[in-house]
């Protein structure tokens, strides 16, 4: 069973933020004759990896529900100029929106086991074409 992260998209206010960050970051990287993935920078290293790359994503809060996921493609450690190791996880560049889930703020990233994950949206079939705050209140309520 895959195993996720989750972290504070610190910066984005919308899901249309973190997608045109990653848009430009991958778009940058081609131009640079790069894969287009993005990638995202930690102070800590997971010590579960081969969970997490078995099919494991970066599940996006922002503005206090999780509402996007990245896949996780990779995941590699260097140490920065200062001589401090950090963590680079590498994602696909598909963001994909899930249904909104409550999440209070934390510092760092989470381990998200697969039983906790929200839903991916377009699994709502026709309830995927409600208006975002109708379907955050509709799942807050346990109705979605």
């Known amino acids: 069973m895959a195993l996720h992260l989750i972290k504070l998209c610190v910066g984005a206010d919308s899901l249309d933020d973190l997608r045109e960050w990653v848009s ?3 778009m940058n990287a081609i131009a640079a004759g790069l894969e ?3 990638t995202h920078t930690t102070r800590m290293v997971p010590k579960r990896i081969e969970e997490l790359l078995d099919g494991g994503s970066l599940y996006w809060v922002i503005k206090g529900q999780v509402q ?3 896949k ?3 995941i590699e ?3 920065d100029a200062d001589g401090i190791q950090r963590c680079r996880l590498i994602l696909d560049p598909r963001v994909v929106e899930t249904t909104g889930q409550p999440k209070r703020p934390f510092q760092g990233w989470r381990y998200l086991p697969q039983d906790d994950v929200p839903r991916d949206l377009d699994s ?3 309830a995927a074409e409600l208006p ?3 379907r ?3 799942s807050e309520l346990g109705l979605l």
Request: glycine fraction near 8%; charge should be neutral.
């Open 68 to 70: 996007a996921r990245q």
């Open 36 to 38: 287009p993935h993005t």
């Open 77 to 79: 450690t260097f140490t």
């Open 124 to 126: 709502l079939g026709a």
């Open 132 to 134: 975002a705050d109708l």
């Open 136 to 138: 955050r209140e509709l």
């Open 72 to 74: 996780l493609l990779g």
């Open 24 to 26: 430009e970051r991958a």
